[in-house]
């Protein structure tokens, strides 16, 4: 990219500069009426969105014997002691209202005969809780009602094809702008308020259920910008994507467990209750690792759903069947083979939970950012919620904030520099590196050569925004001494007494030597 010739534009406007196009970004822009809301999208709206392909469902207290206070105490005990209570309880509070809402806007949720909404039984939840849509669709049901709504709304004007590649200021704590490539042209775009929904960082890891071109730019972005970044070394690996060698991984979701579905090995033994008293709905980073241990020790892991689901499978659950069924298996009658796969980053930009960063003019929400809600482990199916609800939230707050007029003095702003880009040989050395090193298991040898690496690498191609999350990722796995959560470390097993969240920024991790 940087030794190719572009056309450098500019451009002011008016209402919130808001990058990404997935559930946050378009939840976001449709809080944000009356006021303008300018959106950019990398591709054609609704693709390649992580949201899109979440399959379990939306998290919600929706039932009689549930609510959002229960919700909340599921929430905290899956994130391992690092869970912010307060944003916990907004999550869990907006939730049934949130539900609903899409429900309104178009998104089919399934319904029991009475009217009222599906609920499913996921790992951690202590009771069902999590409302479906067509089986294993919510995710891309709820973005195809959202993004018809944004595409009809009259306040939201939608860029496609528009990449984002660094953040415009005023001075050292004031974001003013973003600078993006679409087409031929470098485009500087000033807006009072930029708000990132640029998604996780599932695709800096060889195996991955996320698309592979989310690689964290957006917590690198704003890293680069002098924003504080929390908890980057938590990395959620979801146990149950296909092991059938295809990148992205697809998923097998949370709800075929929930539904009863058992995890074997190559001899058709149980081995899941062997970590966990709860099997199989055991927490996310549990299950994970015991998915892990059976392919390296037990000759292999496979989810088993032919008793609990069997005939109904290609009814209850469409998109499994579909993956399944293009590579030869079919789970009616025969276990999925299953492994680990990178699929949702805890960790991110520093927010609150209005998305707020540290820099006046920038907001965050999603998974790029880190309100504290998720801790060291996500529970199941509140993400597609926190997309929604929190989206919603921030759109409100950045529009409250907006001055009265914005006048950007664009002759003194700082720019960023243009970012370069890995080779594709290169860039699949990064993503087997962090799998290997940064993976379901971590150690301080491990780590020192993955940061390694990233020096050799960052000679090559300095600035380019995967290798800086990678070394945020890295750097801050090295540095918690203790396993956590998502965050397992074999040369420090144990869990440390007290939890403390990580808060760092590029100069702190820009300084560590590998």
């Not at 002691?81 to 944003?87: F, I, N, R, T, Y």
């Not at 974001?175 to 807006?191: F, H, K, S, T, W």
Request: charged letters at 20%; glycine letters at 10%; aromatic letters at 6%.
């Amino acid at each position: 990219m940087a030794n190719q010739i572009y056309i450098r534009e500019s451009y002011i406007f008016g209402g919130p500069l808001i990058v990404g196009a997935g559930l946050a970004g378009l939840s976001a822009a449709l809080a944000c009426a009356p006021h303008k809301a300018l959106v950019l999208s990398p591709v054609a709206l609704g693709q390649a969105a992580s949201s899109a392909w979440a399959q379990g469902g939306m998290a919600a207290a929706l039932s009689a014997e549930d609510s959002p206070a229960a919700h909340a105490l599921d929430t905290v005990n899956a994130g391992a002691g690092l869970v912010d209570a307060e944003a916990a309880r907004a999550l869990t509070q907006a939730g049934p209202d949130t539900v609903r809402r899409l429900n309104a806007l178009g998104a089919p949720f399934d319904k029991t005969p009475d009217g009222g909404f599906v609920l499913n039984r996921e790992a951690a939840h202590s009771l069902a809780r999590v409302a479906r849509v067509g089986g294993d669709l919510a995710g891309k049901k709820i973005l195809e009602a959202v993004v018809a709504t944004a595409q009809k709304a009259d306040h939201i004007e939608i860029w496609e094809d528009a990449h984002a590649l660094g953040l415009i200021k005023s001075d050292a704590r004031t974001v003013i702008g973003a600078l993006i490539r679409r087409g031929d042209n470098l485009i500087e775009i000033y807006a009072p308020a930029i708000i990132l929904a640029t998604g996780g960082a599932g695709g800096l890891f060889a195996v991955t259920t996320n698309p592979s071109a989310l690689r964290g730019e957006g917590m690198a972005m704003a890293a680069l910008a002098g924003a504080e970044i929390a908890d980057p070394e938590f990395v959620q690996f979801h146990p149950t994507a296909l092991n059938v060698g295809r990148d992205p991984a697809p998923l097998a979701t949370e709800a075929l467990r929930g539904e009863g579905a058992i995890l074997i090995d190559a001899k058709g033994e149980r081995f899941a209750f062997d970590d966990h008293p709860d099997g199989e709905l055991a927490p996310r980073d549990i299950v994970a690792r015991a998915v892990h241990k059976a392919n390296l020790h037990r000759g292999g892991a496979f989810l088993d759903a032919t008793q609990a689901i069997g005939a109904h499978f290609d009814k209850e659950f469409p998109t499994v069947f579909a993956a399944c069924m293009a590579e030869g298996i079919d789970p009616r009658v025969e276990p999925m083979p299953v492994a680990p796969a990178a699929h949702y980053h805890m960790g991110g930009i520093r927010t609150d939970i209005d998305g707020r960063t540290t820099l006046s003019g920038l907001y965050a929400v999603g998974e790029c950012a880190a309100t504290g809600v998720h801790g060291a482990n996500r529970l199941a199916s509140n993400s597609l919620l926190e997309a929604a609800a929190f989206g919603e939230r921030t759109g409100r707050t950045a529009c409250a904030a907006l001055p009265e007029g914005f006048t950007p003095d664009i002759g003194q702003a700082v720019r960023p520099a243009i970012p370069t880009e890995l080779s594709a040989k290169d860039l699949q050395t990064l993503r087997e590196a962090m799998s290997h090193n940064a993976g379901m298991v971590r150690s301080e040898a491990g780590l020192r050569a993955l940061l390694a690496l990233l020096d050799r690498l960052d000679a090559l191609y300095p600035g380019a925004l995967a290798l800086v999350a990678a070394r945020l990722i890295a750097t801050c796995a090295l540095q918690r001494r203790e396993s956590r959560g998502s965050h397992y470390r074999s040369d420090f097993p144990q869990t440390a007494t007290t939890g403390k969240r990580t808060y760092t920024d590029w100069n702190a991790v820009k300084k560590e030597v590998a």
